[in-house]
Nanobody
Framework: QVRLVESGGGLVHPGGSLRLSCAASGVIFSIYAMGWYRQAPGKQRELVAT???????NYADSVRGRFTIYRDNAKNTVFLHMDTLKPEDTAVYYCSAPGTPYWGQGTQVTVSS
């Protein structure tokens, strides 16, 4: 059974930082591209960042230069380090393996003063 479990969300002030983690089990993690997505209230889910099995990364324009996606295949975990957070980054953040039905349950990130 494939499981993706996100953690690391919380409440942070504007300009602050957070690191999200997504731990995978039940899958050969290293062969999959992984992605972080987010969904704000009343909005569609959007892609935030992806990382291939080889480590190539891609970012949404809104987060490029502020967020960093990376992976630790030995720990079956993908991370999203978020700097210079803005109120508009507030959303539920999900990890997924693009092109597969595998999704985590999400972790809430709230950026507010």
């Amino acid at each position: 059974q494939v499981r993706l479990v996100e953690s690391g969300g919380g409440l942070v002030h504007p300009g602050g930082s957070l690191r999200l983690s997504c731990a995978a089990s039940g899958v050969i993690f290293s062969i999959y591209a992984m992605g972080w997505y987010r969904q704000a209230p009343g909005k569609q889910r959007e892609l935030v960042a992806t990382i291939t099995s080889g480590g190539s990364t891609n970012y949404a324009d809104s987060v490029r230069g502020r967020f960093t996606i990376y992976r630790d295949n030995a720990k079956n975990t993908v991370f999203l380090h978020m700097d210079t957070l803005k109120p508009e980054d507030t959303a539920v953040y999900y990890c997924s393996a693009p092109g597969t039905p595998y999704w985590g349950q999400g972790t809430q990130v709230t950026v507010s003063s």
